[in-house]
């Protein structure tokens, strides 16, 4: 393990470390508008979202190599006003274009090649290639220091949201796979969340807890820790005749046989079963497997 006192690092340094290791970031592409009316247009990945009720974002132009404030800094300082337009993967190359250092009155609109949309309530336009925009007003502005490379957190409140009908669900929901977002990583890397890269997690009750569970599953060779999270996560184990009969099923009483003829150890047969089953997110399966072996 490297330690690293943040202070003992040139700043620019310790930064290549922060960007590497928090990620995927999600970018604002934040169109502002300046008060003499020209518009800008520049990605910005140290941003989230960060209340609902009202809705809240914040992201932070940081001052650049010289101490000076960006474009954008400027223009929400002048105008109080930005569309948060979110960044898939058809916009990725045209987006990393408009990141490049124009001029303060160049509009990276027609630099990077994007088409601009009137807003409804606030001045800056609205990207029509994004999936989802968000028109927002400028609440607190924050500055975290005055050397090159500080932040600036920009917290915004968002007024008005455009989503595009087809990255919906049958349900209405925003599907992950439609909107085939993407994030920042550190470097030149980025990341798309679609295909394999995603994947779902079921929102635990309050299980029983890894304390809870069996010596003999914690220490196993062959679980990992995914797999003890979703064993933990179940509020009641399967009771003790639940187990007996599953042992006695067809499947399991051949399983035993096999293990016996063939010499393997039952517990790690069993553990690799609960593996496999928890991998299909069969958990209820995977713990009549595991306690069929496991005492309590
Ligand atoms: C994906 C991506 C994310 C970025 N995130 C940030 C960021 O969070 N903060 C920042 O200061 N600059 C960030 N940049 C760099 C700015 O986009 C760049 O400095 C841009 O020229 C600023 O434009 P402006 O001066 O017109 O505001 C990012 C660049 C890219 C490509």
């Excluded at 160049?106 to 807003?119: D, H, M, P």
């Excluded at 394999?196 to 029983?208: H, Q, S, T, Y």
Aim: with cysteine.
């Amino acid at each position: 393990m490297k330690t690293i006192a943040a202070n003992s690092l040139p700043q620019l340094e310790f930064y290549r470390y922060l960007i590497g290791a928090v990620g995927p970031r999600p970018i604002a592409f934040a169109s502002t508008i300046s008060e003499e009316g020209h518009v800008n247009l520049s990605p910005f990945s140290f941003f989230n979202v960060i209340g609902s009720n009202p809705p809240m974002l914040m992201l932070s132009p940081n001052l650049n190599r010289n101490g000076h404030k960006k474009h954008t800094l400027l223009n929400l300082e002048e105008t109080g006003e930005v569309v948060i337009n979110i960044v898939n993967h058809d916009m990725v190359e045209q987006m990393s274009l408009s990141s490049a250092e124009f001029d303060r009155h160049v509009n990276e609109f027609q630099k990077a090649g994007f088409t601009e949309v009137a807003s409804v309530q606030v001045r800056p336009p609205r990207v029509a290639e994004a999936p989802a925009a968000f028109e927002c007003v400028v609440r607190q502005i924050i500055p975290t220091g005055s050397d090159p490379g500080a932040g600036t957190l920009v917290l915004v409140e968002v007024v008005v949201g455009h989503f595009r009908d087809d990255i919906f669900t049958d349900k209405g929901l925003i599907d992950p796979h439609k909107i085939d977002l993407v994030g920042r990583m550190g470097a030149d890397w980025y990341v798309r969340a679609n295909g394999e890269a995603l994947f779902e997690v079921a929102r635990p009750k309050a299980g029983i807890g890894y304390d809870a569970l069996p010596a003999a599953l914690r220490d196993s060779r062959i679980l990992t820790g995914n797999d003890l999270g979703k064993l933990a996560s179940v509020d009641a184990l399967p009771t003790p005749d639940e187990v007996r009969s599953y042992g006695e099923t067809q499947a399991l009483r051949e399983l035993g046989d096999e293990a016996r003829t063939g010499c393997q150890y039952l517990p790690d047969v069993m553990h690799h079963r609960a593996h496999q089953l928890l991998a299909q997110q069969n958990v209820r399966e995977a713990w009549l497997s595991l306690l069929l072996v496991t005492g309590k």
